[in-house]
Nanobody, 125 residues
Framework: QVTLVESGGGSVQAGGSLRLSCRAS????????MAWFRQVPGKERELVAAISFTGKYKDYGDFVKGRFTISRDESTDMWLQMNSLNPEDSAMYYCAAQVGGTSTSRLDSAAYPFWGQGTEVTVSS
């Protein structure tokens, strides 16, 4: 069992940047793959970025287009650096974790049993 807590959301103007953070309740490096998902009301949760349990492999949603970078340290923390934000990036952003993880399961929200409460990002035009 692991608890995840996100931080770093907020309001920013289009073209700006935000850095989201996720902290796990215990050391999960080399054990859990992690990811960021986002959701807006009325839409399905979508993958933003995922990172393997070693940090070696990273995946991004098609809409990211080089604007975001996912990273993690060798203990409890994960980050999402978001640059060139646009209003379409406004959403609730969630941190998620799964034990192990494969190139397929990292992309699937249903494969993640552990979720944070979310941090809201609002981008104004």
């Amino acid at each position: 069992q692991v608890t995840l807590v996100e931080s770093g959301g907020g309001s920013v103007q289009a073209g700006g940047s935000l850095r989201l953070s996720c902290r796990a309740s215990k050391n999960i490096f080399r054990i859990y793959s992690m990811a960021w998902f986002r959701q807006v009301p009325g839409k399905e949760r979508e993958l933003v970025a995922a990172i393997s349990f070693t940090g070696k492999y990273k995946d991004y949603g098609d809409f990211v287009k080089g604007r975001f970078t996912i990273s993690r340290d060798e203990s409890t923390d994960m980050w999402l650096q978001m640059n060139s934000l646009n209003p379409e990036d406004s959403a609730m952003y969630y941190c998620a974790a799964q034990v192990g993880g494969t190139s397929t399961s990292r992309l699937d929200s249903a494969a993640y049993p552990f979720w944070g409460q979310g941090t809201e990002v609002t981008v104004s035009s």
